[in-house]
T-cell receptor, first 119, second 113 residues
Framework: AQTVTQSQPEMSVQEAETVTLSCTYD???????LFWYKQPPSRQMILVIR??????QNATENRFSVNFQKAAKSFSLKISDSQLGDAAMYFC????????????????FGKGTHLIIQP | NAGVMQNPRHLVRRRGQEARLRCSPM?????VYWYRQLPEEGLKFMVY????????ESGMPKERFSAEFPKEGPSILRIQQVVRGDSAAYFC???????????FGDGTRLSIL
């Protein structure tokens, strides 16, 4: 079974600074997807960024970028120019690319990192 | 441009009652996923459905929990004879195809008295 580990329960950053959230995962598969989701106090789950494992190029979405290290099974999220609206829980998630039941189609989530933005 | 719609937003039940949680996927999405989030935890996959079919229920408790996604109408997650441990936030997600990103609803917070 796949596991996702987020080792930072909480991170704090000054507004306008850059912060990196770490995520590692364990899998025996070679083809999969990785995601970062944001959950603000409203509890809505918002997709921030997605990475396909077969792509070497790191995904970017405006101020959000990832550092995907497949060999190390690491998938960190970098937030540049942090804004107050970035304050939320951030969840790293894994999804297998195969379709064979056993939870393959569901996302496996880490426990989350609570990001605090200091004004 | 409706996203994934879940209702009710909050549901309170007494022990032994039944809870029904509804999820209407985004327009054009035929794949529905249910997740449970316990306090201070990430979401845990429960079940994956397509119209009229359960594709993967490997994350569903064996007893008291069931899910359906009928040809017409929303997907329903049903919990019979609820217990205190069922208190959680239940999220529904949908996707157009199984290999495309899942978009989440706002969740239903279930509280058991």
């Amino acid at each position: 079974a796949q596991t996702v580990t987020q080792s930072q329960p909480e991170m704090s950053v000054q507004e306008a600074e850059t912060v990196t959230l770490s995520c590692t995962y364990d899998t025996s598969e070679s083809d999969y997807y990785l995601f970062w989701y944001k959950q603000p106090p409203s509890r809505q789950m918002i997709l921030v960024i997605r990475q396909e494992a077969y792509k070497q190029q790191n995904a970017t979405e405006n101020r959000f970028s990832v550092n995907f290290q497949k060999a190390a099974k690491s998938f960190s999220l970098k937030i540049s120019d942090s804004q107050l609206g970035d304050a939320a829980m951030y969840f790293c998630a894994y999804r297998s690319a195969r379709k064979s039941g056993g939870g393959a189609d569901g996302l496996t989530f880490g426990k989350g990192t609570h990001l605090i933005i200091q004004p | 441009n409706a996203g994934v719609m879940q209702n009710p937003r909050h549901l309170v039940r007494r022990r032994g009652q039944e809870a029904r949680l509804r999820c209407s996927p985004m327009k054009g999405h035929s794949h529905v996923y249910w997740y449970r989030q316990l306090p201070e935890e990430g979401l845990k996959f429960m079940v994956y459905l397509q119209k009229e079919n359960i594709i993967d229920e490997s994350g569903m408790p064996k007893e008291r929990f069931s899910a359906e996604f009928p040809k017409e109408g929303p997907s329903i997650l049903r919990i019979q004879q609820v217990v205190r441990g069922d208190s959680a936030a239940y999220f529904c997600a949908s996707s157009r195809l199984s290999n495309q990103p899942q978009h989440f609803g706002d969740g239903t917070r279930l509280s058991i008295l």
